[in-house]
């Protein structure tokens, strides 16, 4: 059983910076972040490819977040800047065993964490 244990939510206000990590038991796998806002259903936020490390991101947080990892560490991380009160949500980290050069869809991911609270005041 695969466990994925988030921190790094809090507080901040607009145009402030978080940074989320998530560290991952057992094997590689491909690693994504999404986030679910009150109300509102989960969306996808950023993702890498199990293989060859490619990368992808929602359009309402390019040039804004980065998703980063420490392979050693079975470790990935979402740099969050320009924080925008809109990107308040429980943000998730979860894992894929997809195997490929594409980031896993979606409905694709096999296990969750538990989600860290991010709030962002104007």
């Known amino acids: 059983q695969v466990q994925l244990v988030e921190s790094g939510g809090g507080l901040v206000q607009a145009g402030g910076s978080l940074r989320l990590s998530c560290a991952a038991s057992g094997r590689t796998y491909a690693m994504g972040w999404f986030r679910q806002a009150p109300g509102k259903e989960r969306e996808f936020v950023a993702a890498?490819?199990?293989?060859?490390?490619?990368?992808k991101y929602a359009d309402s947080v390019k040039g804004r977040f980065t998703i980063s990892r420490d392979s050693a560490k079975n470790t990935v991380f979402l740099q969050m800047n320009s924080l925008k009160p809109e990107d308040t949500a429980v943000y998730y980290c979860?894992?894929?065993?997809?195997?490929?050069?594409?980031?896993?869809?979606?409905?694709?991911?096999?296990?969750w964490g538990q989600g860290t609270q991010v709030t962002v005041s104007s």
């Open positions: 890498f490819s199990r293989v060859g490390g490619i990368t």
């Open positions: 979860a894992a894929s065993r997809v195997v490929s050069y594409s980031v896993p869809g979606n409905d694709e991911y096999d296990y």
